[in-house]
């Protein structure tokens, strides 16, 4: 089935249909008078909830000016679009809490983990077709180019999950001032994506970061004590956290999957 096909199928679902008319009114309007290059919160949209518009200028300055104030570049067909959604899901590094269960797994695990080894299969592990729903992914060729690039220029990273050789999870995204705004992850074996998240979450706190974006919560990461904001909330998080270390080039992997285990940052006992 094309992707065409398959996005017309996603927004015409029960939940989604009544978001139809405002976005196409929406992508009419952006394609008629060109949009500020950065979006604004005063142009976010309430059907669907956080669109504020057409991406049309996706050049390095303006997507990281974007990603600072709350926006990233999304979209299953077509055009990418900015959206920046009415509650924004985030974990405080401060807060991260590892179960005891969790942490006896990393330690005894025969996997192991790199950052910024393998972007591009990172990439593709993350747009490949899901075992279950629609296989439609916002990781399109456009959005896929979109993030190399960023890798390329020293922006954008990966976490590598490795067993026998052969990539079997991670996670990348996009440094944004004091967060990591962590846009997709896989795996293909259990606890593949979980080992990722939280090596991330090792590394970012170890460089100063504050918190990780994860835009929509997930079981995993509320378990590991993530929390939703307000999106003025977020906007104010945004803008009055110190940056953490987003030094562009490649990044290293300093902790093992054994040393994260170790790892206390909300005080639990290791």
Same mark, same amino acid.
């Given at each position: 089935?094309?992707?065409?096909?398959?996005?017309?199928?996603?927004?015409?679902?029960?939940?989604?249909?009544?978001?139809?008319?405002?976005?196409?009114?929406?992508?009419?309007?952006?394609?008629?008078?060109?949009?500020?290059?950065?979006?604004?919160?005063?142009?976010?949209?309430?059907?669907? $909830?956080?669109?504020? %518009? =057409?991406?049309?200028?996706?050049? &390095? *300055?303006?997507?990281? !000016?974007?990603? #600072? /104030?709350?926006?990233?570049?999304?979209?299953?067909?077509?055009?990418?679009?900015?959206?920046?959604?009415?509650?924004?899901?985030?974990?405080?590094?401060?807060?991260?809490?590892?179960?005891?269960?969790?942490?006896?797994?990393?330690?005894?695990?025969?996997?192991?983990?790199?950052?910024?080894?393998?972007?591009?299969?990172?990439?593709?592990?993350?747009?490949? $077709?899901?075992?279950? %729903? =629609?296989?439609?992914?916002?990781? &399109? *060729?456009?959005?896929? !180019?979109?993030? #190399? /690039?960023?890798?390329?220029?020293?922006?954008?990273?990966?976490?590598?999950?490795?067993?026998?050789?052969?990539?079997?999870?991670?996670?990348?995204?996009?440094?944004?001032?004091?967060?990591?705004?962590?846009?997709?992850?896989?795996?293909?074996?259990?606890?593949?994506?979980?080992?990722?998240?939280?090596?991330?979450?090792?590394?970012?706190?170890?460089?100063?970061?504050?918190?990780?974006?994860?835009?929509?919560?997930?079981?995993?990461?509320?378990?590991?004590?993530?929390?939703?904001?307000?999106?003025?909330?977020?906007?104010?998080?945004?803008?009055?956290?110190?940056?953490?270390?987003?030094?562009?080039?490649?990044?290293?992997?300093?902790?093992?999957?054994?040393?994260?285990?170790?790892?206390?940052?909300?005080?639990?006992?290791?």
């Amino acid at each position: 089935m094309s992707r065409l096909a398959l996005a017309t199928a996603y927004w015409l679902r029960p939940r989604r249909i009544r978001h139809v008319p405002p976005l196409l009114a929406r992508i009419i309007r952006d394609r008629l008078v060109t949009p500020q290059p950065v979006p604004c919160s005063e142009k976010i949209q309430s059907s669907p $909830p956080g669109l504020a %518009g =057409l991406a049309r200028d996706l050049s &390095t *300055p303006v997507v990281l !000016a974007a990603m #600072q /104030r709350g926006f990233y570049a999304q979209g299953h067909w077509g055009s990418l679009k900015w959206w920046s959604p009415p509650d924004r899901a985030i974990m405080r590094l401060s807060d991260v809490h590892i179960a005891k269960r969790f942490r006896r797994t990393m330690r005894q695990t025969g996997m192991h983990i790199a950052i910024d080894t393998d972007f591009a299969g990172v990439l593709e592990g993350c747009a490949a $077709p899901r075992r279950n %729903g =629609l296989n439609l992914t916002w990781l &399109t *060729p456009g959005a896929q !180019a979109l993030y #190399q /690039r960023l890798h390329d220029e020293g922006h954008a990273h990966s976490v590598e999950v490795f067993e026998d050789g052969q990539l079997v999870g991670g996670v990348f995204g996009v440094t944004a001032g004091p967060v990591f705004s962590a846009l997709s992850m896989f795996h293909t074996v259990d606890n593949g994506s979980k080992f990722a998240i939280v090596s991330l979450y090792h590394h970012l706190a170890d460089a100063g970061f504050a918190a990780v974006d994860h835009q929509i919560i997930s079981p995993w990461v509320e378990a590991l004590g993530g929390i939703t904001l307000p999106r003025a909330s977020y906007e104010e998080f945004l803008a009055t956290t110190p940056a953490g270390d987003a030094r562009t080039g490649k990044w290293q992997a300093r902790f093992t999957l054994a040393e994260t285990a170790g790892w206390s940052p909300s005080g639990d006992p290791a």
